[in-house]
C-alpha cells in the first residue's frame, strides 16, 4: 500500500509557470499511489485552465474514489470568500484540497478550520514573488474511511495555515475531530510545520522524515504522513520512503509505503 501527500501549487511549473493537464497527469501517474492526498487545488480556476486537477490526479491512477473539498470560493491571493456549506461554491472558481484512493471509500467527513485574524510574512515563489505581507484563507480537512487489504483504515488530506502558532492551534483541532473516526488513522498533508512539532503537537507517529521544501534542493519537511499510535499495530510496516523531484511544483510529494515495497517511478 503506497500513500502520497503532494502540495500541487495548483499544477504550475516552476520552469515555464504554466499549468498542463499533461504534464500535472505525467507527474501523479509517477506517484502510482494507492492513497494520494493532494493540496493547492484548483476547480475551475481561470489560472488552471478551469480545470479539476482532483478528477485529473484519480484518472492518471486509475482510482474510482476521489474528493475534492473546498476552502474558498475565489482566487486565493486575489479575492475570496469562505465557504458557506459544503455545496457551496459550485459553477464558481474554487480552491482547496483533494483526497484520492483506489480503495472503496466507506464515508466521508470535512472538518472546517477558520483563517487566522492577522496577516503573516510570506514567500512566494516565482517571478515577482518574494517576502509579502498575506492575510490567511479559511483551512478544511478531507476525511475517509477506506476498504483496504489491511482491513479499514481512515485517512486525512489537508494543508493547515502558514500563521505561525495558528497552525498548531489548527493541528490539534484536526486531531480531535479525526479522534472520532476509526483506527487505524493516518493524517497527510501540508502541516506548514518541520517534524518536530509536527510530532509534538499530534503525539503521532511520523512515518517518513525528509524535507520536501523547496523542490530543488529541500531543507525543511513541511509535508507529512502521521499515524495514530492507537490502531498502528494493525498497519504494515513501512518498507520505502520517496520524496522524487516532479516536474511540478514548490514541493516534493512525500510517498510511503506500507508492507511490500513497490518501485518508485
Not at 88 to 107: A, M, N
Not at 120 to 133: E, R
Not at 138 to 144: H, K, M, N, S, T
Not at 162 to 172: E, K, S, T, Y
Amino acid at each position: 500500500m503506497r500513500l502520497a501527500t503532494f502540495n500541487l501549487l495548483h499544477g504550475r511549473s516552476l520552469t515555464d509557470g504554466l499549468v498542463d493537464p499533461d504534464r500535472l497527469t505525467a507527474a501523479v501517474t509517477a506517484l502510482d499511489a494507492d492513497v494520494l492526498a493532494l493540496q493547492e487545488v484548483d476547480r475551475d480556476q481561470s489560472r488552471s485552465g478551469k480545470l479539476d486537477l482532483t478528477a485529473i490526479a484519480a484518472r492518471a491512477l486509475g482510482a474510482d474514489e476521489h474528493r475534492f473539498a473546498a476552502a474558498v470560493v475565489g482566487t486565493p491571493g486575489e479575492q475570496f470568500r469562505p465557504l458557506r456549506h459544503d455545496d457551496d461554491g459550485h459553477g464558481e472558481p474554487c480552491y482547496g484540497i483533494g483526497l484520492v484512493t483506489r480503495y472503496r471509500v466507506r464515508s466521508w467527513q470535512v472538518t472546517r478550520l477558520r483563517a487566522a485574524p492577522v496577516r503573516s510574512p510570506v514567500y512566494v515563489p516565482g517571478p515577482g514573488g518574494g517576502l509579502t505581507l498575506l492575510h490567511d484563507e479559511p483551512r478544511v480537512v478531507l476525511a475517509a474511511v477506506l476498504d483496504t487489504p489491511h482491513g479499514q483504515l481512515t485517512v486525512a488530506a489537508t494543508h493547515l495555515s502558514f500563521v505561525p502558532g495558528w497552525n498548531a492551534h489548527q493541528l490539534r483541532q484536526t486531531v480531535r475531530a479525526l479522534r472520532a473516526l476509526p483506527a487505524p488513522r493516518i493524517l497527510l498533508g501540508d502541516l506548514n510545520l518541520p517534524a518536530g512539532p509536527a510530532r509534538l503537537l499530534t503525539g503521532w507517529r511520523p512515518l517518513a522524515r525528509r524535507p520536501t521544501y523547496p523542490a530543488g534542493q529541500p531543507r525543511v519537511q513541511l509535508d507529512h504522513i502521521l499515524a495514530d499510535r492507537h490502531g498502528i499495530d494493525r498497519l504494515p510496516p513501512v518498507t520505502a520512503v520517496h520524496t522524487p523531484l516532479s516536474t511540478i511544483s514548490d514541493h516534493r510529494p512525500l510517498l510511503v509505503d506500507l508492507g511490500h515495497p513497490t518501485v518508485a517511478s
